[in-house]
């Protein structure tokens, strides 16, 4: 197990079994969707995923083309508003400065130009593979065409 600082959190993760894992699975959620969402999604994915994030996801060993959920909000018509995708990783949570569950306070906060994540617990998965392993969930909220002052609901 690796650390890696993410925000106030110390994450403990599992690089090279969250990469095995990985290379189980045929495609991402938007392989399979055939929405207007999920194509443009997957057609533009590398334009909206900012390349520091790109270096996280890297090295906690997510395959960036293999998202366990996309969504997006907004104007659909010339995709103003912001996606919602989730990757999940083998790892765990260690400490919080505050002592704070990451369950509970597992909020977003700005990481990249455009760009909010969130660690947090999965409790329901989508992918078998991961079934029996420690596994935390990072959410990603990119948003275009919108600042993140503008309102976003987050649920």
């Known amino acids: 197990m690796k650390e890696i600082f993410i925000n106030d959190w110390i994450v403990q993760y599992d690089p090279d079994k969250t990469s095995q894992i990985y290379k189980k ?6 392989g399979y969707c055939s929405c207007q969402i999920c194509k443009h999604y997957s057609q533009y994915r590398n334009k909206y995923i900012p390349e ?6 890297e090295e906690l060993g997510i395959d960036i083309t293999k998202e366990a959920e996309v969504s997006f909000s907004g ?20 400490t919080h400065p505050n002592g704070w569950n990451i369950c509970s306070a597992g ?12 660690i947090s617990e999965v409790c329901e998965m989508q992918n078998p593979l991961f079934f029996g392993v420690n596994t935390l969930q990072i959410s990603l ?15």
Request: proline fraction near 0%.
């Open 25 to 30: 699975i045929e495609r991402g959620y938007s």
């Open 52 to 57: 520091d994030l790109g270096y996280l996801i």
């Open 75 to 94: 104007d659909k018509t010339i995709f103003q508003g912001y996606f919602t995708i989730f990757f999940h990783f083998i790892g765990s949570v260690k």
């Open 107 to 118: 909020e977003y906060f700005q990481y990249a130009k455009k760009c909010l994540i969130r």
């Open 141 to 155: 909220l990119i948003y275009e065409g919108i600042s993140s002052h503008d309102k976003i609901s987050f649920y």
